[in-house]
Structure formats: structure tokens, C-alpha cells
């Protein structure tokens, strides 16, 4: 059997299961929730966090929110993205248009270890991945290997009330995989510099990390050199050692 006859198949069967259905209907109204309000925002030409400038995320965002019609044009491609995502007969559009915004803002989002979308972001990709799949019936004459003419139609599989432990097992195991990806990062900037030091508090790396987070929430140092200089600084042990017993009895 074809590809392409292979994924007509596992999609109509997909599409047949009262709970995957369920789920994508969870996923449409998610990734509708999660763009309207920051879209409606941007429309407003306002900023959508009060992030300090000198945050590598907030280096970004100000200069995004100084760029004239630019900004509220994505707040509208957003906010359309979320509407059409919201109505059942246009929702496959809505997915398309909605994954590059999203997969922009997931990149962005661990390039700059931003902690308000460092777990959402990753996961909202995932949830725009899945709707593609689901509307893959309407999508698939877009991909390469599917040849022009309409296949043929295919017999519908009953409907299907079965439980899919095994797919929701994925889902586990790849959320599961997102939050220890994002918690492999051994520094963060975090959002405030009291956020920032309280990571490193009772660890041998305090003087080290207090200087990343100065370098971070108040002189405004890139996030690469920030860390460049946070590794190439010693440990508290090695930056403050203990006089010994005979320079101490020497004095």
C-alpha cells in the first residue's frame, strides 16, 4: 500500500474515535485562549508583558512594540488565527495560519529562556501539530507526494468509542519530554532579578550567578555573554578560599 493511501487510512480511522475528536475540539479552543487575548493586546498597541528592557526577552518585545503598523498586524494575524480556529468550518485554516506565529514564538521563547512561555509555548506547537494532522483530509493536496487527481473514497470505519490509551500515552510521554527539556537549562534569566538569585541561593555558584543576573536585569548584557561570563567565573569555594592553618599562624 501507498503513503499516501496509508495516511487515508489511519486518518479516517482517527477521525472516527469520539476521543480524538474530543481532543482536537480541547486543542482548538486552547490555542484559540491562548492568541486572542495577546492579539487583542497588540491590536491596542500595547505591550503584552511589563518585562524590563534590559531582559533579553524585553529587548525584544520593546523593539517589536516600536516597529508602527507592524505590531498590530500580527496582533490581527493572531486574533484572526484564534477566530478561524474557533469555527468549525474554517478551523483548518485557522491551523495554518496559527503554526508559524506559534512555532516563532516557541523558538524565540528557549533561544532567550523567556520563563513565561518556556513550557506553553513548546506545548502549543505540539496541539497545532496534532490539528494538522486531524485536518490532514484538507491539507494533504499541499504535500509533495500526494499525487493532483481526488483518490478514491474509502469506505468510512465505524464509529469508535475505544479508549486510545496508547496515543494518550504519547501525549504523556511528550509533554513529559518538553518539561525535562526546558528544565536542562542550568541557568535562566527569569523574569525579575529576585527570581533570577533565588535560583542559585544554597548552591557553590551564588557569586557567579548574582553577576549573571546583574549582567541580565540591570546592565542589559546580552543573554550569550551573560552566560559566557557566568561559566567562566569559579565556583564561591574557589573565588573565596579559607586561609590555612600555617598562613593563619604566620599572622
Excluded at 518556556?118 to 494538522?132: E, R
Excluded at 519530554?177 to 544554597?202: H, M, W
Excluded at 561570563?229 to 600555617?246: G, H
Aim: proline fraction near 9%; hydrophobic fraction near 45%.
Amino acid at each position: 500500500m501507498s503513503l499516501p493511501a496509508t495516511l487515508d487510512r489511519l486518518h479516517a480511522q482517527a477521525r472516527q474515535n469520539r476521543w480524538l475528536r474530543y481532543f482536537a475540539v480541547f486543542n482548538r479552543l486552547a490555542l484559540a485562549a491562548g492568541f486572542i487575548p495577546s492579539g487583542f493586546v497588540k491590536i491596542m498597541g500595547e505591550r503584552f508583558t511589563s518585562l524590563s528592557n534590559n531582559h533579553p526577552m524585553g529587548h525584544y518585545l520593546e523593539a517589536l512594540h516600536h516597529t508602527g503598523y507592524y505590531y498590530p498586524f500580527i496582533g490581527v494575524l493572531q486574533l484572526t488565527a484564534a477566530l478561524l480556529l474557533l469555527i468549525p468550518g474554517t478551523a483548518a485554516l485557522g491551523a495554518v495560519l496559527y503554526f508559524p506565529i506559534i512555532l516563532n514564538i516557541c523558538i524565540l521563547s528557549l533561544a532567550v529562556r523567556f520563563d513565561g512561555s518556556l513550557l506553553t509555548s513548546p506545548l502549543m506547537v505540539l496541539a497545532n501539530l496534532y490539528l494538522l494532522c486531524w485536518y490532514y483530509d484538507r491539507l494533504k493536496f499541499l504535500l509533495p507526494f500526494q499525487p493532483p487527481p481526488a483518490p478514491a473514497a474509502l469506505p468510512a470505519p465505524p464509529p469508535s468509542s475505544k479508549f486510545p490509551t496508547g496515543f494518550f500515552a504519547g501525549v504523556a510521554a511528550a509533554v513529559a519530554l518538553v518539561v525535562v527539556g526546558i528544565t536542562s537549562f542550568d541557568v535562566k534569566p527569569y523574569n525579575t532579578l529576585a527570581d533570577c538569585r533565588r535560583q542559585f541561593e544554597g548552591s557553590t555558584r551564588t557569586t557567579a550567578g548574582y553577576r549573571f543576573c546583574a549582567c541580565i536585569h540591570q546592565q542589559g548584557l546580552p543573554l550569550d555573554q551573560a552566560l559566557a561570563e557566568y561559566r567562566q567565573r569559579p565556583d564561591d569555594s574557589a573565588a573565596t578560599p579559607l586561609p590555612t592553618a600555617s598562613t593563619s599562624a604566620g599572622r
